[in-house]
Each structure stands twice: as C-alpha cells, then as structure tokens.
C-alpha cells in the first residue's frame, strides 16, 4: 500500500511539472490522454464498480458538451454555470435509461445494446435540431486565447491541460474514496452475485442507479471541457459509436474496474497510436490503414493475452 | 587587427548567426505541413487533395524560383488527430500549414495555428464560421457555403439562359449533413430573391448521408413531378440516386447542383459510365484556358501519367493554389518568420492563378473574395466547363438529350 | 398524403431490402443464438464479403450470384477457424472483454480491406443491375429481386439444415442446454466452431447479394454491425424467421418512415423500435424467453 502511494506521488509530480519540459505538441498529447483517462475513469464507475456495460457513453460528453455549448453560444452564460446544467442532463438521461434497463430487467448484452440506441437516437436527433447548430455544427466563440480566463475557460493550451489534470486528480480521488465506502461494497456484492445480495436486503436498484448517476454526471464534465477546449461540435462526431467505443478503450486495455486501470490504459493507447504514426513514417510505410492494422493487433494481442487488462499484470508484476 | 583574426571573427559571427537574412536568403527552404485526410472516410479526396500538392514543389521552383519542401501528414478524418498532427508538425518546424479539406478539421487546426502564430491556408473548407473567428493566422482561398450557393444559384440563371429553357419547377434533395445544411440554408434565403430564377421548389427531401439505400427518396422525389432534380449531394449517395433514378424509370430535364461534391469526381464516371452523362456540378473549379492551368496539369501528368488532372480540378487545384500562396509570401518575406510570413500572406495579391475568378487576394477576415464558380458538365466521360463562356470549352446541355415532359 | 401506388412501391422495396438485411442478421442470430458470443465484427465480415464478390467478378467475371458458393464456402472455413482458435476462449469472458476482442478484429478487416482497395467505392457491374419489372402500378427491382430470392433460398437451406439434420439438431441441443449436451457427449467445441462458420456463411450470401446493390467501401462495416443487430433484437434472437422478420420489418418501417416524416431521420425509427423491443418484448418477436 506504501508503495502504490509513493508511486501516485511520483506519478502526480511528474504530470504538475510536465509543462516545464515538455513541447507543444507533447502537451497536447498529454493532455488528449487524461481527457480520455478521465472519460475512462468516469465510465469505468458504471461498468466497473456497477457492472452495467455502456456502450453509448458518448451520449452523455454529448449531451454535457451541447448543454454548456448552447448556454454560451445563446445567452453567453460561461462554463462554470452551464456544467450544472450538463450535469442535470445527463443525471436524467442515466437515470432513466438505468431505470428502464433494470425495471425491465435488461442486463449484459441486451443492456449495452439499449444503450448503443439510446446514443444512436440522440445522435439522429441532435442532427435535426437546428437551434444547436443541427449537422452544421456548433461553433462556439473563442474570444481570446493568451490570458487565462478561468470564468469563461479560454487560455492557452497550458490551461486546459492543468484542467483536465486536476479533473483527473478528482476524478480518481473520488473513485479511491467510491470504493471504500459503503456505496462500493454494496456494488461489489451486486457484481458479483446480485440474487444473493438482494436476499441480504440491499436494495440493488438504489445502488445501480446511484452509480449510473454518478458515472454520467462525470461524463458530463468531460463534455463540458471538451465543448470549451475544441470549440466546435458536430452530433455526427460527437455522438458517434465510434467515439463510444474510443471512451472504454482505456479502462478495458488497462483493466476494468480498477482504479489505475482506466489511466494507464488511455496512456498507452494513446502513446501507441502516436509511436505507431512515428515509426510508420520514419519506415516510409505510409498506406492508409496500416497504422490502424496493427493498432487493431496490438489490441487483439492485449485482450488475449491479458485479460484483465495490463495494470492487474503489472501491479503484480511490481508487486504494488 | 590581422587578416586571420578577422576571418575567425567572421567565422564566429557567422556562427552566432549575426548575419541572419544573408545566410537565410540563400539556402532557406520553406517547410510545408500539409494536413489531408488520406485515411477514414474522407480519405479518397484527401489522396486526390494530395496529388495537387505533391506536383507543387517542382512548379513552384520553375514558376518562383524558391523552394519548398512538404511534410506531409494524414489527420485519418479524425478532428483530435488533426489538432494532434498540426502540433507535431509546428513542433517539426513548420513554417506553414495548407489543409485540411473537412471544416471540423480546419476549425481544430485554426485553433492551434492561432495560438501558435503560425500561418494556416486553408485549401478547401465551406462552414463560414471558420474565417468568422477574428483570427490572425488563419487564411482561407475559397468560397464559404454562402458564397458557393450564390454562385450556384447565379450560374443555373446563366445555364437557363444560355439554353433558352426555362423550366418552372424543381424537387431539392439534399443530404443530410454539415455541407447540405448550410447550403439549404443559404438556398432559402437567396432563392426567393433571384429573379432570374423563376423556377419554383415543389418538394424538399433530406436524406442521411450514410443511407445504403435511397429508394423512398427517389420515389418521393419523382412523384413530385417537378422539371428537374436540384441536388445537394456527396459521392456515394450521388451514385445511389442515379442509379435509383433509372431503376425507377425516372428522367427530369437535368441534374443540377448547386454546389457541391460528387457529380464530377472520377468514381461518378468509373461507376455509372454513360449514366454519370449530362449531370451538372456549379462548384469552384480552375480555369482550363489559364496558363498556369496548363503548367498544372504537365506536371500533374508527369507524376500521374495513368490519370487525368480533370478529375481533381477542384481538390488538387485549390490545394496546390494553397501552397502557392504560402510559396509567393515567402518568397516577398524572404523569411521563414511565422509573423513576418502571415504578414506577408496578408498582402498577397496573385493574378497569375489557375482557379477561376479574381485576383487572390486576402480581406481582413482572411478570406478571399471573387472566386468564382464554373457549371461543370459530365460530358463524354469527363467534367467539361461550360459556363462561364469565357472559360467554357464546349457549349451546356439542357435538357438532357430524349428528355420528354411525362 | 403520398399516392397509394408511391406507397405500394415503397413497401415493395422495402420488402425486399429487408429480406437481404435479413439474411445478413441471420448470420448474427445463430451465432448469438448458440455461441452466445456478440459478433461486433459482423457488418466488417459483410462488407469483406463484398469486396471477395467484386474481385471474382473483376478477375473472372463472374456474377455475384454464382460467386455465393465459392466466397460462403470461404467464409464457412474462415468463421470456424476463427471461432475455434480465437474466440473460443472467451466464451466464459465477460462481455466487455468479448466486445473488446471482437472490435479488434473488426479494426483490422476494415482497415485491411482500406489498405488494399483503397478508399475508392468498388462494385460490380453486371447488365441486369438497373433492369425493373413493371407490374401495374409497382416497378420491381429486379436486382433486388434476385437478391431477396436468394437470401430466401439460403434461409430456407439454413432452416432445413437445423430441422432436420442429426448435426443441426445437435447444435439446438447445446444452444438449449450446454451442460446436458456435454453431458451427453457431444463435441461442443466443434459443434460451436461449425455454428460460426454457418453464420459467416450467411454474411457472405448476404454479401454477394448486397454488392449487386450497393457500392462497398470501408466504413460500410459498422453501419452493418449495428443494422443486423437492430434486427436480430426486433426479430428474435436464435429464431431466424425472426431474423427474416426483423429484416423485412425494419425495412419497411424504415420506408415508410422515410415517405410520411423525414427521410433524414428514418435511422432514428429504427432506434426507437429497438428500444421499445429491448424494454417491452426483450426476446424479440419471435424469440424465446431465456
């Protein structure tokens, strides 16, 4: 335990201080992995704490992003307010799709399938309404980019990256604290046997839908960085299975359910994608395609061959 | 002081680089990041965009005498990747990015051009927004959607004229996506005020771009009886609907677009053959009676000898003019500098070009205004223009030959 | 309010679109039906198919229709190797980690496919592809025709194989009960391999039915994954008259969505449908309770 937490230190420092060293376009990676860190970590509440596979999570940084995108672009109302009501949202939107599922009692696969529906619904629909932009787009105004303007959360790159950082920082201190408390050992009883823990008079559904709540009002911060740090949404993009399926790629590669699992999958994902790219233009290898190819084998190899994902593996490994 | 002591002081000065402009002048290189989608769903017209920038360096060298060297980068249609590759290519030393195609991608890669001060020509990118943003790094040579419907709209006027054909009525399909929006938009509200334009819209069907299947579409379209087909459409869907059409034993007057893709790139013809016939594109296209036309396509055949530059006249066309660009305001700064070349690229004014319309030359906003579009017509296989006439080499076809009212 | 014969037509291509959608959802609800694994990589598998049918009709001319045999064969073998020395192991996997495997899969078919076709859209183009039938009022398709014709034949082959056949009953037997057909003796690890191979079969006659339609390009994939998947749920999972049903429901209902609201926003109906099902009627139409 000693040592996770020296490692956490270590780690944490590292990230304060990466800006004084790094480039630009370091920076910008870093800051793309804890976005996808964050987001991981945020899902990885539902499905790894409540066991409920999402496969539409991008229906919720949807939704947070177009909420406090509207908010400023309509009436200039900054991001501090409009994450509330992202937050709102998205709260509703888990709420009923977790209710439904388990009045219903959808579970497993028919479960992630809802909820691929549910995004894919939204996505049609957003691309129909055009006080938001409609497939056009919303564009949102960048006033200035040199000082940071915390208010309305417009600064260089530098700025945004320290905020997603700490959004990152909370978003594992709270599932630290998640984990250990009531609320995580009733989910874990529910994982694992949910029959059994009902018949101990835990009140599964509460629970359930505490952690649908919980994780879909994290995903709806993330929207709500991702509106202010690109400036322009697309239903088509944002919406998309696609971006779905890129959300739990970090958490299942580095290990589902677990606390570090979800950052260091996003990490190495990322720095893979990247190293791929690198290495694919330095070989002259450059055919569309192939970089995904072995993106793709990479992947095929990790799920195989490790499938708790990589940080159970090596937490043993560095007997953490 | 002693003529060794005096060459050792040169030499450490030099090194210092105490004699910056004269060292640079002589043996600088413009480095271009050019950003394209060759991968993703975009990724054939980023291979055609592509083409037209690989043939640049050597015209540019003839044409200018500067050189330029291409670092090339694939965004794989993906907006974060494009932030990404835009950031690793300043960082790689970038003196300038020509991309990206997509508006999504071009509104991330002005972001971080901005915030880099570092210039970005935009080469092809349509969502007025972009140059909207009172950035100062940011260019754009090419038409808004609003401007691409204008013209559009202006061109069919012309087409009616030059054909004597006035057809009353017109069904608008369009697809369902960032481009069609705006230009149904832009539709809306000029439409009404064209006088010259007496046709009146009967029916207006939407469709997914993403459809495999269009046969409801279609079917609404032609029962709406209306004289011909105005179309909003990409590639794929383009050969859908055609195909469709004949399937459904449906043939209006014509198929005219507006402004947009599809109608005019190499697969319409390679898939419909005689079928891809008579359609009409009015888009941004370049000028084949222009000298710099003919330089183009030379060079264009040399490294292609298997292809045909018509079928790129707009994605090679506009991203070569790109680089020029980029390649003229060097060659004035005589500097790699990102401010000193934003600077100059403001004070661009180049009549020597290939694409159709005035001179380029940059407003306030950084875009250009007066580019102006062609009516470009599928003819014997291949995108003809045949408006305006000054640029036209063979005379329209409207309405389609064996067309008869049902 | 559109014309009744703008309406007959519409319903009629509906149908049979939705039978060929079927068809490819067939696939999809055997697998999920006794494997039990969720096949994302399945409208990858189509569009692979596809681009087989393009490259015999490219290199030997041959009709897309007579390609079926030789690129479902291919696909029977393909399917059961896969089944039995990848994805057998992860039968007892949770579901994100099934889901994950066959993403991965999916990533690199489609992006194989890209490297060596290109992004350019391949088809075939064989005389009868813009013929219609005029029968009174309706035009009929008559590629279509033939391709609802032979997802028909390859269901009712399908169905009779698991009617009939001591091989076919086995398979039932273990999708019912895998416990008691191991304990019965039966080779289930082979007997799911085979249920693989069947279902790729399917993909691949819906494949080559499909590109006499429809122009193949990479990112048509996932578009597919995620329509068989509407229609297995909507149909009935393990039920393939459900499939068929579902195909042909979806199909219509898709149409005429399309002809009274928004084309645009036909998907959405689709969607909307699948939730209903998923909440009222999980098993679909024709499926069985767990």
Redesign the interface.
């Known amino acids: 335990m000693n040592r996770r937490s020296i490692l956490l230190a270590v780690l944490a420092a590292f990230l304060v201080a990466l800006p004084l060293f790094a480039?630009?376009?370091a920076l910008?990676?870093a800051t793309?992995i804890l976005y996808f860190a964050y987001t991981g970590q945020a899902w990885n509440v539902m499905m790894g704490f409540a066991g409920q596979l999402s496969l539409g999570h991008a229906l919720y940084v949807g939704v947070g992003a177009y909420a406090a995108g509207a908010l400023f672009y309509h009436l200039g109302i900054g991001p501090w307010a409009g994450v509330w009501l992202a937050i709102a949202l998205c709260v509703a939107f888990g709420l009923v799709i977790g209710f439904l599922a388990f009045r219903f009692s959808i579970s497993g696969v028919y479960f992630a399938l809802l909820t691929i529906a549910f995004a894919e619904f939204t996505r049609?629909g957003f691309?129909?309404l055009n006080f938001i932009g409609?497939?056009?787009?919303m564009?949102l105004?960048?006033a200035q980019?040199d000082a940071w303007d915390l208010a309305n959360f417009r600064g260089?790159?530098l700025m945004y990256y320290y905020a997603i950082l700490a959004l990152t920082m909370a978003a594992f201190a709270l599932c630290s604290w998640l984990l250990k408390s009531k609320a995580g050992y009733y989910w874990q009883a529910i994982r694992e046997n949910e029959e059994a823990a009902q018949a101990l008079g835990i009140a599964s559904l509460r629970w359930k839908l505490l952690a649908m709540a919980i994780s879909s009002a994290m995903t709806a911060v993330s929207g709500v960085f991702f509106a202010f740090y690109?400036?322009?949404l697309?239903p088509?993009?944002i919406f998309n299975i696609s971006r779905s399926i890129e959300i739990i790629l970090g958490p299942v590669i580095g290990g589902v359910g677990t606390l570090f699992g979800p950052v260091l999958g996003a990490a190495v994902l990322t720095l893979l994608s990247?190293g791929i790219t690198e290495s694919l233009a330095a070989l002259g290898w450059?055919i569309?395609?192939v970089?995904?190819v072995f993106y793709g084998v990479v992947l095929l190899a990790v799920v195989m061959f490790m499938p708790n994902g990589i940080w159970p593996a090596l937490a043993k490994r560095l007997r953490l | 002081m002693k003529r060794r002591q005096f060459n050792t002081a040169l030499a450490a000065l030099a090194a210092t680089g105490a004699f910056p402009s004269l060292a640079r002048a002589q043996s600088q290189k413009l480095k271009v990041g050019v950003i394209l989608p060759?991968?993703?769903?975009l990724?054939?017209i980023g291979?055609s965009c592509q083409k037209g920038a690989d043939l640049a360096p050597d015209v540019i060298k003839e044409m200018l005498g500067v050189d330029i060297e291409l670092m090339?980068a694939?965004f794989?249609s993906n907006?974060?990747t494009a932030?990404?590759r835009a950031?690793?290519l300043?960082?790689e030393g970038a003196n300038v990015l020509v991309g990206p195609f997509d508006?999504?991608a071009a509104?991330?890669i002005a972001?971080?051009a901005?915030?880099?001060g570092v210039p970005f020509v935009i080469n092809i990118a349509a969502?007025p927004?972009i140059t909207e943003?009172?950035y100062k790094y940011v260019f754009r040579n090419f038409q808004t959607a609003i401007d691409i419907v204008r013209e559009g709209l202006d061109l069919i006027g012309e087409l009616f004229q030059a054909t004597n054909v006035v057809p009353r009525t017109a069904v608008y399909m369009h697809v369902?996506?960032?481009f069609?929006?705006?230009m149904t938009?832009g539709i809306g509200a000029m439409l009404p005020r064209r006088t010259q334009l007496p046709f009146k819209i009967v029916d207006t069907?939407?469709?997914?771009p993403?459809?495999?299947?269009l046969?409801?579409?279609v079917?609404?379209a032609k029962?709406a009886n209306a004289d011909f087909l105005l179309l909003v459409c990409r590639?794929?869907d383009a050969?859908?609907l055609r195909?469709e059409m004949?399937?459904?034993?449906w043939n209006p007057m014509g198929i005219i677009s507006p402004g947009s893709p599809g109608m005019y790139e190499e697969?319409y013809f390679k898939?419909l053959?005689k079928?891809s016939e008579y359609s009409i594109s009015n888009v941004p296209w370049y000028n084949p009676k222009a000298k710099l036309t003919q330089v183009v396509e030379k060079a264009f055949l040399k490294q292609n000898p298997k292809d045909k530059l018509v079928f790129h006249g707009l994605n090679a066309g506009f991203t070569f003019e790109a680089i020029l660009i980029a390649a003229d305001a060097f060659k004035r700064a005589k500097s790699t500098d990102p401010k000193t070349l934003a600077d100059a690229i403001r004070q661009t004014n180049i009549t020597e070009k290939m694409t159709l319309g005035g001179p380029i030359k940059f407003n306030q906003k950084g875009q250009v205004e007066g580019i102006k579009s062609a009516c470009v017509q599928n003819l014997h296989m291949l995108p003809t223009v045949v408006l305006p006439k000054e640029a036209a080499t063979a005379k329209p076809v409207f309405p389609v030959p064996g067309y008869k009212k049902a | 309010m559109?014309?009744a014969d703008?309406v007959a037509?519409?319903v009629v291509?509906?149908i049979l679109?939705g039978l060929v959608y079927g068809l490819m959802a067939l696939g999809l609800s055997v697998i999920f039906g006794v494997v039990r694994v969720v096949n994302f990589a399945h409208g990858e598998m189509m569009i692979t198919a596809m681009y087989a049918a393009t490259v015999l009709f490219a290199a030997l001319n041959l009709d897309p229709f007579l390609a079926m045999l030789p690129v479902a064969a291919a696909f029977f073998v393909f399917g059961y190797v896969l089944q039995a020395a990848v994805i057998n192991r992860f039968i007892t996997r949770p579901e994100h980690s099934q889901f994950m495997l066959l993403v991965a899969i999916a990533i690199i078919l489609v992006?194989a496919m890209?490297m060596v076709f290109?992004?350019?859209?391949r088809?075939v183009?064989v005389d009868y592809?813009?013929?219609?039938y005029q029968v009174g009022p309706l035009?009929v398709?008559k590629a279509r025709l033939l391709a609802a014709g032979a997802a028909l034949v390859a269901a009712a082959a399908l169905f009779a194989f698991f009617r009939y056949s001591l091989t076919g009953k086995a398979i039932r037997a273990c999708a019912d009960n895998y416990l008691g057909a191991k304990v019965v003796g039966l080779n289930v690890k082979h007997l799911y391999a085979l249920t693989f191979g069947l279902g790729a079969a399917c993909v691949a006659i819906a494949g080559c039915a499909m590109v006499v339609?429809?122009?193949v390009?990479?990112?048509?994939g996932p578009?597919y994954t995620l329509l068989a998947f509407v229609i297995v749920i909507v149909g009935g999972l393990g039920s393939m008259a459900g499939a068929l049903l579902g195909g042909v429901l979806i199909g219509v209902s898709?149409?005429l969505a399309?002809?009274f609201i928004?084309?645009?926003a036909?998907?959405m109906f689709s969607f909307g449908l699948l939730i209903l099902v998923l909440l009222l009627r999980p098993q679909g139409l024709l499926g069985r309770r767990a």
Do not use: C, M
């Open positions: 480039g630009n376009y910008s990676v793309l049609i691309d129909h409609g497939p056009g787009g564009f105004r960048v980019r260089p790159p690109y400036n322009n697309f088509e993009q990247e450059e569309p395609g970089k995904q | 060759r991968s993703g769903y990724g054939f291979q090339n694939d794989e907006v974060d932030r990404n950031e690793r300043i960082q508006s999504g509104a991330a972001q971080v901005e915030q880099r969502a927004q943003q009172g369902n996506d960032t069609g929006q705006a938009k069907i939407s469709y997914d993403a459809a495999k299947d046969t409801v579409e079917s609404k029962a590639l794929n050969i859908l195909r004949v399937k459904q034993r697969q898939t053959g079928l | 559109p014309a703008l037509n519409v291509s509906g679109t992006n890209l290109g992004p350019d859209a088809n183009q592809q813009l013929d219609s035009l398709d339609l429809v122009d390009t990479p990112p048509l578009a898709e149409a399309g002809l928004d084309p645009s036909k998907s």
